[in-house]
T-cell receptor, first 110, second 115 residues
Framework: GENVEQHPSTLSVQEGDSAVIKCTYS??????FPWYKQELGKRPQLIID?????GEKKDQRIAVTLNKTAKHFSLHITETQPEDSAVYFC?????????FGPGTRLSVLP | GEEVAQTPKHLVRGEGQKAKLYCAPI?????VFWYQQVLKNEFKFLIS????????ETGMPKERFSAKCLPNSPCSLEIQATKLEDSAVYFC?????????????FGSGTRLTVV
């Protein structure tokens, strides 16, 4: 089955700086990779996703890149703001379900 | 509705007691998924449904966990004889499409504390 690793586990950045979170997956059959943001005590919310037929996708300050050959994908947040502080989870599909990474706690310091 | 509704928000049970959690998927979503999120944030897949049929139950500890999605009723996840290690937040998610190709919409979760 699929195995997803995620780094770093915690990340602190100054407001306005960029943040990058990296994930690797093991199953070359995985072809859909969503990213979720979970604020403290709240539900995970889908913020961006990428399919294996594209290498990059951008939505305002958030972008995701995918390297199928190396089996890794990354989340990039530019011009970080305090409201970006949350735990971010990457995921990869594994048949009909998702396998989630262990999460990255991002703190944006004012 | 447009939200996945989970009840209750919090549930406290003594070890050995039964716990029952409920999930109403978004109207029109045929697929329901249950995940367990333990203290270290990791999500563990438990079970998925397509309408009232079990789709994948590979993550379910079958001895004490059971789940149902019956027509015209919220889906439910039941834990018989709870153990301390069952303490977690249980998230339900629903999807209009078959899982794995589109992101889910998650409910707010039920925090189960076993004391």
């Amino acid at each position: 089955g699929e195995n997803v690793e995620q780094h770093p586990s915690t990340l602190s950045v100054q407001e306005g700086d960029s943040a990058v979170i990296k994930c690797t997956y093991s199953d070359s059959a995985s072809n859909y990779f969503p990213w979720y943001k979970q604020e403290l005590g709240k539900r995970p919310q889908l913020i961006i996703d990428i399919r294996s037929n594209v290498g990059e996708k951008k939505d305002q300050r958030i972008a995701v890149t995918l390297n199928k050959t190396a089996k890794h994908f990354s989340l990039h947040i530019t011009e970080t703001q305090p409201e970006d502080s949350a735990v971010y989870f990457c995921a990869a599909n594994d048949g009909q379900n998702f396998v989630f990474g262990p999460g990255t706690r991002l703190s944006v310091l004012p | 509705g447009e939200e996945v509704a989970q009840t209750p928000k919090h549930l406290v049970r003594g070890e050995g007691q039964k716990a029952k959690l409920y999930c109403a998927p978004i109207k029109g979503h045929s697929y329901v998924f249950w995940y367990q999120q333990v203290l270290k944030n990791e999500f563990k897949f438990l079970i998925s449904f397509q309408n009232e049929n079990v789709f994948d139950e590979t993550g379910m500890p079958k001895e004490r966990f059971s789940a149902k999605c019956l027509p015209n009723s919220p889906c439910s996840l039941e834990i018989q004889a709870t153990k301390l290690e069952d303490s977690a937040v249980y998230f339900c998610a629903s999807s209009q499409f078959q899982g794995g190709n589109y992101g889910y919409t998650f409910g707010s979760g039920t925090r189960l504390t076993v004391v």
